[in-house]
């Protein structure tokens, strides 16, 4: 049964306007090159910065100055921002589905009615 319920969860939150709209987002995120190439040159300026900085070295001030050049680059970007928007929208979405998950354990737990399936 609570396979079941979280399935049926599940298949709500897809079909959700909120989901859609992150989904819709997020494929023309990855279908504008460019912003996938920013993104993706940025993850690896932060991970190689990552690693100087577990060395006990400093980043760069050239790894800095294109970090803040690539981020200026994808967040003027309206594609980007649809995104960014979108996922905030989900996010909110699944903060209240969680809340509602906890306010229902807290009544379940306290329920003196047993249910079987």
Known sequence: ??????????RLI?????????????????GDRDAVTALQRMDQLRHEAQQMIERGEQ???????????????VQGSAIY??????????????????????????KGATSSIITLG
């Open 1 to 10: 049964m609570l396979s079941d319920k979280a399935q049926e969860l599940g």
């Open 59 to 73: 980043p760069t001030a050239a790894m800095e100055q294109e970090l803040d050049q690539l981020l200026g680059k």
């Open 81 to 106: 921002q649809r995104f960014i928007a979108a996922n905030e929208n989900f996010d909110k979405v699944m903060v209240q589905v969680n809340q509602w998950i906890a306010d229902g354990i807290k």
């Open 14 to 30: 897809g079909q959700s306007n909120e989901y859609q709209a992150l989904k819709r987002a997020n494929e023309a995120l990855n």
